[in-house]
């Protein structure tokens, strides 16, 4: 108090010229001190303050609000509540914590899951109706008698010889349409396939000509029952045109199917010229 009352310059007076400085710097430090020390009141007081203020508050909320069903509050300890906005409070009965109801997830369409295992087959349905008689075979030798056969001479006649008419590319069966010889009937022109009446080994050959001019190739495959017997390829190097041909002999049984099916490529279509032709006949029966 002394320091606060008395003038600085009279103070000056007093105090020797080279403590001067030492005397600044106490009374410095004693001014900040004192400031500290009544900072720290305030806070405490203010602590005290909400101590007391904070459980009237909720005490008079609660008792206020207890005939309302619209929310109610309960105190946890000295300065945390809860509210429970989804029960109403009822007088006599302990607060308790209540879950939001679940989310609405009606609109939001969720992952597929992983495939079951397949179910038992079911029984057998009732039978069809009888198919469409077949084709006629061939015709059998003579019986026995005069002008009879030798049975190692016998071979029935089958064969045929078509052209293709049409382009084709891409994977199709080729179907030549432009039929010269089909003896028996057993070649198909409206798919492309030879369909054996007779058990026995035949022979088969095919050539085609691809239609080039921008860099690609063709492959022809001759097939029996879908499977591949043999394949034919032509590529374009530095012409439009050039042909893919093979040759086979099968063993047949009644029923099977030969064809020639492309695995890429384009075919060139001739019209009436025959540039892409197919034939096969029966060499001897079974």
Same mark, same amino acid.
Not at 84 to 103: K, R
Not at 153 to 167: T, V
Not at 257 to 277: A, I, P, W
């Given at each position: 108090?002394?320091?606060?009352?008395?003038?600085?310059?009279?103070?000056?007076?007093?105090?020797?010229?080279?403590?001067?400085?030492?005397?600044?710097?106490?009374?410095?430090?004693?001014?900040?001190?004192?400031?500290?020390?009544?900072?720290?009141?305030?806070?405490?007081?203010?602590?005290?303050?909400?101590?007391?203020?904070?459980?009237?508050?909720?005490?008079?909320?609660?008792?206020?609000?207890?005939?309302?069903?619209?929310?109610?509050?309960?105190?946890?300890?000295?300065?945390?509540?809860?509210?429970?906005?989804?029960?109403?409070?009822?007088?006599?009965?302990?607060?308790?914590?209540?879950?939001?109801? $679940? !989310?609405?997830?009606?609109?939001?369409? #969720?992952?597929? =899951?992983?495939? +079951? %295992?397949? *179910?038992? /087959? @079911? $029984? !057998?349905?009732?039978?069809?109706?009888? #198919?469409?008689? =077949?084709?006629? +075979? %061939?015709? *059998?030798? /003579? @019986? $026995?008698?005069?002008?009879?056969?030798?049975?190692?001479?016998?071979?029935?006649?089958?064969?045929?010889?078509?052209?293709?008419?049409?382009?084709?590319?891409?994977?199709?069966?080729?179907?030549?349409?432009?039929?010269?010889?089909?003896?028996?009937?057993?070649?198909?022109?409206?798919?492309?396939?030879?369909?054996?009446?007779?058990?026995?080994?035949?022979?088969?050959?095919?050539?085609?000509?691809?239609?080039?001019?921008?860099?690609?190739?063709?492959?022809?495959?001759?097939?029996?029952?879908?499977?591949?017997?043999?394949?034919?390829?032509?590529?374009?190097?530095?012409?439009?045109?050039?042909?893919?041909?093979?040759?086979?002999?099968?063993?047949?049984?009644?029923?099977?199917?030969?064809?020639?099916?492309?695995?890429?490529?384009?075919?060139?279509?001739?019209?009436?010229?025959?540039?892409?032709?197919?034939?096969?006949?029966?060499?001897?029966?079974?």
């Amino acid at each position: 108090s002394l320091f606060l009352s008395t003038p600085l310059s009279t103070l000056a007076g007093t105090i020797p010229p080279k403590g001067e400085e030492d005397f600044l710097a106490l009374a410095a430090s004693r001014l900040s001190r004192r400031k500290r020390v009544i900072g720290a009141a305030v806070g405490v007081a203010m602590v005290l303050i909400l101590l007391v203020a904070i459980p009237l508050l909720v005490h008079s909320t609660k008792g206020g609000g207890a005939g309302s069903a619209g929310s109610h509050y309960e105190m946890l300890g000295s300065c945390r509540m809860v509210c429970d906005p989804y029960t109403p409070s009822q007088h006599g009965q302990e607060l308790t914590a209540v879950s939001p109801p $679940p !989310p609405d997830f009606n609109s939001r369409r #969720g992952k597929s =899951g992983y495939r +079951g %295992p397949p *179910g038992i /087959p @079911g $029984p !057998p349905g009732p039978r069809g109706p009888p #198919g469409e008689p =077949g084709k006629p +075979g %061939p015709q *059998g030798p /003579p @019986g $026995p008698g005069p002008n009879g056969y030798v049975p190692s001479f016998y071979s029935p006649k089958i064969a045929f010889y078509a052209g293709l008419r049409k382009q084709h590319e891409g994977s199709d069966v080729l179907k030549f349409d432009d039929v010269v010889t089909n003896v028996g009937n057993y070649y198909e022109p409206s798919t492309g396939k030879f369909t054996c009446p007779l058990p026995g080994i035949y022979y088969f050959t095919y050539h085609v000509l691809m239609r080039g001019g921008d860099g690609t190739s063709m492959w022809a495959d001759l097939k029996k029952n879908g499977q591949v017997r043999a394949s034919a390829i032509a590529q374009d190097a530095d012409q439009n045109y050039d042909y893919a041909s093979n040759s086979v002999i099968l063993h047949l049984d009644v029923g099977d199917e030969v064809c020639v099916q492309l695995d890429g490529g384009k075919v060139h279509g001739g019209n009436t010229n025959k540039y892409s032709t197919f034939s096969g006949f029966l060499i001897y029966p079974d």
